[in-house]
């Protein structure tokens, strides 16, 4: 028996406008995502996948199809779904604390609340003791576990993250992944994650959706067969090696 | 020369361009190349400064609250316009009209018009240094708000924020160390604002202190009143640069 | 306003909406008028009666602003430009060319205005003088800070051509502090009109600021808003014969320079 799915996609193409001509970005993409699921969007450059996201988020609307959350059309971004982008969102002139409390903040919880909230989900990410810092204090890897931390904090339906590690040097991404691992297979919040790095997506996620070409078109769906929890360590497994050729295959497009 | 610590370095250049001024002032006087009815001596400088002493007090307080305060209101203002103008597409097509107007609308035009409709009032200088602000203000903060990192208003949309929240808690200072160098420019038109109401009405201030020294034709009270003049914009400008400095301690680094 | 009402709306093109918004504030303009809620005011139409009716009065008087504009830009864009470059020839004197951008940041220019008065009388002079001491203050502080941001290797690839000392700093620098000096001009040139008009307030015998301040006395204030109109398409026409003068010399210096 199939559940209705959280966020489904369907037929959605998207043109860009700029001077005069447009350019097709996205070509009737459809796929769905189910609750409690963790699926990555993979994709080469230009295939739109970050376009797709944004429109997930509700800061975009497709030109033709529709994008839905539980059904409903989405047209503009709501606390339900949080994002984490791939650059720098963190606001520099609020405390790590400020920062994290600032979802449940717009939702009206009390001053004492959210504290507990922030200083919970800072602990973590590892942060605790850092409240009080300002973002500028931090280095780039802490900035980003305070932003993640504020979107869990603000207890999102679905969470969507935009190549989110992507600006990290490789030590702090491969932290990130663990962490970000172990923090979501304690919320089992619905997650699509975009990414272009082949590794990281079947790291993290339940099923991969591989995108292809310009404009970006589906070109297939992969299921991630590791049981959870999992660690860093099933990178060196053959099963996991295999998967990476089938999908850079796919990317490559050669077939 | 080389190994001495930058403050010192500064300080020692302000003295050299006061000492330069000062230096210029005697030389010109005594060589008589300068007229003493056009450059007056310092000696008599310094005695104006002793005539004028009891009424100078009240004079330099009542100018620096009428900028103050209209300084206030007109960056509050402008902030306020550009915000609506940035968050709301029928407020911006709305307002576009007027605030292009207001690129080259010179700022002492508006003198006149605040004379004759709030006449000779306690808030006509204020609402005169307002506007002033406000004219550079709204400029400034649109262009400002215009290239804010959108990463940041998005954020604070899939957080829950509404327009208010995202305005008073985003937008807002996330422009201040954009804005901080018009807010500087704005508050010297603030004072040329006030000094130019003062002198055209013959309210008491700095601006009345010149211009009687102007109408008793005494060069020295003048000179004195310019000074004082000068060194009031002084010490509002470090206000603000120490107060400007507070709210950008985040963007440093 | 409901979605579908906005989406035809932003169907219309932008200049039919921007024409839209100017014709609701001239009916706001209107009502004001005709209501007298603003006192003296004048309804759209007697000021547009006023301001063509009386257009070779204002535009006799708006010439002879210009010119006093005009020359009291010309010396004291030359002298904020010529100060800074000497000052910044040495390393010593540049610490004081910023002490002194510093602190002509913030000098009130009008405080200069009862001097002049007593120098110059009320005839040219003062309005010049005014604008002349105004610009200079813009254009030195301008000047200081595009010199302090010339990149240095600029300098040090001249001397190690062999062009070291003035010959070197003089080529090399003066380009390149262009385009920021370029930028304050523009400023201090839409600044000069306005300080011109505040000179004449009580230094003159004609001119835009002359016709302003008697307007004023006699409560004309059909007449002070039409000063107000011609002085704002004055600033907006120098500001656009700037903006294309400036693009042509910024594209020479930067050809000049090879990049």
Known sequence: MQEDPVISVEGVSHFFHKAGHSTEVLHDISFAVSKGEFVSVIGTSGSGKSTLLYMMAGFLNPTAGSVKHHGEIITKPNPDRGIVFQSDAVFPWMSVQHNVEFGPRMKGISKSERRRIAQDYLARVGLTGSEKLLPRQLSGGMRKRVDVARTFANRPEVLLMDESFGALDVQTKERLQTELLQLWEAERTTAIFVTHDIEESILLADRVVILRGSPGTVVGEITVPFPRPRTADIKRTPEFQQLRRDLTDLLAGSD | MRGMPEWIKQALAWIVVVGAIVATWIILDLTGAVSSDRLPPLTDVISAAGREAEDLPIAVLATAGRVAAGFVIGAVVGVFIALLSHLSTVASELLAPPIHLLRSFPPFVVAPFIILWFGLSVQAPIVFAATVTAFVVVIDSGEALRVVRREYPQAAQALGAGHVSRAMLIDTPAIIPAIAGGLRVALVGAVNAVLLYEMLTGTEGVGDLLIRGYQLFRIDTLFFAVIVAILLSLLLDRILVLLLNRATHWSRG | ?259
């Open chain 3, 1 to 259: 306003m409901s979605s579908n009402a906005f989406n035809a709306l932003r169907r219309t093109p932008r200049w039919s909406r921007a024409t839209a918004a100017t014709v609701l504030w001239l009916l706001l303009w209107w009502l004001l008028a005709a209501t007298a809620a603003v006192p003296y005011l004048p309804s759209p139409l007697a000021q547009a009666e006023n301001l063509i009716g009386n257009s070779p009065a204002y535009l006799l008087a708006a010439g002879a602003t210009l010119v006093r504009a005009v020359i009291g830009f010309a010396i004291g864009a030359a002298l904020g430009i010529l100060l800074p470059i000497v000052l910044g020839y040495w390393s010593a004197t540049r610490y004081v060319l910023d002490a002194l951008a510093d602190l002509t940041r913030t000098i009130p220019g009008i405080a200069l205005l009862p001097i002049f008065l007593l120098w110059f009388g009320t005839g040219d002079g003062t309005a010049v003088a005014l604008v002349a001491a105004a610009t200079s203050f813009i254009v030195i502080v301008v000047s200081a800070s595009s010199i302090r941001n010339v990149d240095p290797i600029y300098l040090r690839a001249a001397s190690a051509l062999g062009g070291a000392g003035l010959q070197g700093y003089l080529l090399v620098v003066t380009p390149a502090m262009l385009p920021g000096v370029l930028g304050g001009l523009r400023v201090a040139l839409a600044a000069a009109l306005p300080w011109a008009i505040a000179g004449e307030y009580l230094g003159a015998q004609n001119g835009l600021g002359y016709i302003l301040w008697n307007s004023l006395q006699s409560v004309n204030l059909r007449q002070m808003i039409s000063v107000a109109i011609v002085a704002s398409l004055i600033v907006a026409l120098l500001d656009l014969a700037m903006r294309a003068g400036g693009a042509r010399v910024t594209a020479w210096a930067q050809t000049a320079e090879g990049r």
